[in-house]
């Protein structure tokens, strides 16, 4: 039965719906790092919110580990490329909380464009100030967004329907999603000159760290508001505060800051700036959302292998999974087998390239490709599977060309892959026999018929009379049992392929001997 903790706090539907789903939950909020890197190695799964950093250290000791789920959008506190560098699967759970992160943020503008906070505690003080409070009216103000996705694009709909003007800065954003949306598209500077209010709805990035420099400040329209419901480290809070105080920036409402918890920031002593303590996804609605989702996304990778919302991983749909499996296997199998060859020989893999045939041509290939990639690069690449083997052909510039035939196939699904190193193309194909059991049909060329089993011995020779016994003599001389034996040829007396699967590994010398048989030409032990 699978492992899964729940480390933050989360509502408690994902514990009934894991209970629901046959795995066994742990929920331990709060834990230390130390804490929870004492534990980590148990569980198959995390779920988890903000507040538990997925480090590498963690990372490092949790050996079991095979899906974090963020309960949420931003993944920023998990270490994204070092869980993928281990095969761990990244989820997170794009939709659930954008409405409620929406509206806080317009929640946000009305309490700046009024001071509303200020106003309630001067009033709760018995102070009556009505002429303190003087605001500012949204209708016909223009409103910045920076980041025009889930979130920014809802908060677009929300200000238009305030009789707001909307203008987006996101490089991704099409004309045609703009006009869409009915906000303008325009560049960033463009945006600080024309902005009343600035509202920022984009992840934390390399490229958005700061988008909201001092230099950027110091373009923005002199009284301009801003709304930080996204991430701290967005916008420089040290030039935020020198802004806010000599008046240009006339107020600022943050969700969000560069550290969190935020219970000590210069920010807060500012009149004009408005805080809530990262609450931009707590609505009861938008935490059952997160919790419900992330349950049954881990429950379903965990069981079914289906993967949804993965940030460094294609999708495979719940009703996909079952059907993918034994391609993704078979796919897995040639690509083992074509990896092994190669490793043999030395060669460095340039480019692969995959066919599909016949039912195989209808299919998602991206996790057929991973599994390839996971077969193709186990012997040279520790811990390797789906998640990480395709990064790590990527890194070490491996080319990917698929191909998809529409046309009429000898068998009723075929998957052929060639790996081209520097020395040499190698192909081979397989197909599934009755739907469901990987075999290979086609090795560099030649048609064979053979299982995978798990050991088996490939040899290439020339087809020549004597072969079969002497080989056969051999494995019998070492105990050794023959489970099958499939032979191909070219054409009579050319080349030949033999697939044997035996029962056990073949012992060094016994494979040399084979080797050195008269027309042998390569002989090479493979393991799957
Ligand atoms: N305060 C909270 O509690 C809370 C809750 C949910 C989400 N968030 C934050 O909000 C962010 C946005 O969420 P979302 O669901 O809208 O994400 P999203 O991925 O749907 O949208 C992000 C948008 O940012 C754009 N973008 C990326 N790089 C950009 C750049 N350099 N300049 C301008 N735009 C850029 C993207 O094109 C995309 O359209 C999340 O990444 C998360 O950090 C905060
Ligand atoms: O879990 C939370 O409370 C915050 C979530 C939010 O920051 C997100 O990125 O989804």
Known sequence: MPKVLISDKLSPAAIEIFKQRGIEVTTKPGLTPAELRAIIGEFDGLAIRSATKVTRELLDVARNLKVIGRAGIGVDNVDVKSATARGVVVMNTPYGNAITTAEHA???????????????????????????????????????????????????????????????????????????????????????????????????????????????????????????????????????????????????????????????????????????????????????????????????????????????MASVSAEDAPRLKPYMELCQLLGGFAGQLTEARQGVIRQVGIEYEGAAAHLNHRPLSAALFAGLLAPVMEGVNMVNAPVFARDHGIELSETVHDRDSEYQTLIRVSVTTDDQTRTVSGTLFGGSKPRLVEVKGIKVEADFGRHMLYVTN????????????????????????????????????????????????????IRHLPQVMQATQLSF
């Not at 806010?244 to 807060?268: I, W």
């Not at 881990?298 to 993965?310: E, Q, W, Y």
């Not at 072969?467 to 003599?473: D, E, L, M, T, W």
């Not at 494995?475 to 035996?502: K, M, Q, W, Y």
Request: proline residues 3%.
């Open 462 to 513: 020339q087809d020549k009379p004597g072969f079969i016994a002497k080989c056969s003599a051999i494995l019998a001389d070492e105990g050794i049992n023959i489970a099958t034996f499939h032979l191909g040829r070219s054409a009579p007396a050319g080349d030949a392929v033999c697939l044997i699967s035996i029962d056990e590994p073949l012992p060094e010398a016994a494979l040399i001997a």
């Open 106 to 312: 317009i929640g946000m503008m009305f309490a700046l464009a009024r001071q509303l906070p200020e106003a309630s505690v001067s009033t709760k003080a018995g102070k009556w100030e009505k002429n303190r409070f003087m605001g500012v009216e949204l209708t016909n103000k223009t409103l910045g967004l920076i980041g025009a996705g889930n979130i920014g694009s809802i908060v677009a709909e929300r200000a238009l329907g305030l009789k707001m003007r909307v203008i987006a800065y996101d490089p991704y954003l099409t004309e045609t999603r703009a006009t869409a949306l009915g906000v303008e598209k325009i560049e960033l500077d463009a945006l600080l000159a024309r902005a009343d209010f600035i509202t920022l709805h984009t992840p934390l990035t390399e490229q958005t760290r700061n988008i909201l420099s001092r230099e950027a400040l110091a373009k923005t329209k002199k009284g301009v508001r801003i709304v930080n419901c996204a991430r701290g480290g967005l916008v420089d809070e040290a030039a935020l505060y020198e802004a806010l105080r000599s008046g240009h920036v006339a107020g600022a409402a943050l969700d969000v800051f560069e550290t969190e918890p935020a219970t000590d920031n210069r920010l807060f002593a500012l009149e004009n700036v408005v805080c809530t303590p990262h609450l931009g996804a707590a609505t009861n609605e938008a935490q059952e959302n997160v919790a419900l989702q992330v349950a049954e996304q881990i429950s379903d990778f965990l069981l079914t292998g289906a993967v949804t919302n993965a940030v460094n």
